[in-house]
């Protein structure tokens, strides 16, 4: 008697549960109003002009298909992003705390603790978010978006996601950092001074302070980042692509490695 190997057996109970997850999701979708139901269909079928005309025609782009699942939540689990940017220009409303997760951003900014990257499993090579000015976030996203910032890590592109259900679009950028803004910054009161501690906070207060504040949060304006907490390994690497030209800004150009890593451990303990 042929026997079904375990690995096939799992990939297909996986692909029959999916499709039942599928299933439920539409069903679920058909107990909103008649009119939301005409939304619903121009969604299921990714027809943008029909959302933006419904839009147009007073629409409510708010309304909830069930508890908890407003329209937008819809089309992002239809992955389409065209869909989701006419609903927001058509008055959907977009929560700070679901889009950063559903784009991907709090599986590295906010592993547990909302808006604070885990010092484990790669953590520290991405910066705390949590009470960052909401408009360096916004700013910051949106050249993700263009291009016209590049990730730290090789191939990876926000704009267009590694993840591949992942979508960031603009509609989502001023929720997002809105969001962040709202949380409670990190508290590394515990944080250990380094030896070169003194030598950092000299690097700092002459090369930095000035920009981004004596204390890392004080910044010149809303435009520029608060520092203070920052990882030291996420800091040093920043400044080395600062160094190498492939950040637009020279602050680093002149320091070495030791001056770069002096700076970031003082960072890290501000």
């Known amino acids: 008697m042929l026997m079904k190997s375990p690995v096939n057996s799992v990939g297909y109970l996986l692909g029959c549960f999916q499709r039942f997850l599928i299933f439920l999701a539409f069903s679920l979708f058909t107990v909103a109003s008649q009119a ?27 309304a909830e298909v069930k508890p908890g699942w407003p329209l937008i939540r819809m089309a992002y689990l239809m992955k389409n992003p065209e869909i989701m940017q006419a609903l927001i220009a058509g008055g959907a409303s977009v929560d700070g705390e679901w889009a950063l997760n559903e784009t991907s951003c709090g599986k590295c900014h906010s592993r547990k603790i909302p808006g604070i990257a885990e010092g484990k499993e790669g953590g520290v090579f991405v910066p705390h978010l949590a009470g960052q000015h909401s408009d360096y976030t916004a700013k910051q996203l949106r050249a993700f978006i263009s291009g016209d910032r590049a990730h730290h890590l090789e191939g990876f592109n926000l704009g267009k996601s590694y993840h591949e259900s992942s979508i960031l679009i603009e509609g989502l950028v001023d929720p997002i950092a809105d969001y962040v803004q709202s949380l409670e910054r990190f508290d590394n009161s515990e944080v250990i001074k380094t030896a070169n501690h003194d030598a950092g906070s000299a690097i700092y207060s002459k090369q930095c302070a000035s920009c981004h504040g004596e204390n890392g949060v004080d910044t010149m304006n809303s435009s520029t980042p608060e520092l203070a907490g920052l990882y030291s390994v996420y800091t040093f690497n920043t400044l080395g692509l600062f160094k190498d030209n492939k950040r637009t800004h020279n602050i680093a150009s002149s320091l070495s490695e030791e001056e770069m890593q002096a700076v970031a451990d003082y960072i890290s303990a501000m």
């Open 36 to 62: 939301d139901e005409r939304v619903l269909d121009a969604i299921k079928a990714g027809d943008v002009a029909a959302v933006k005309s419904l839009a147009n025609e007073g629409v409510d782009m708010n």
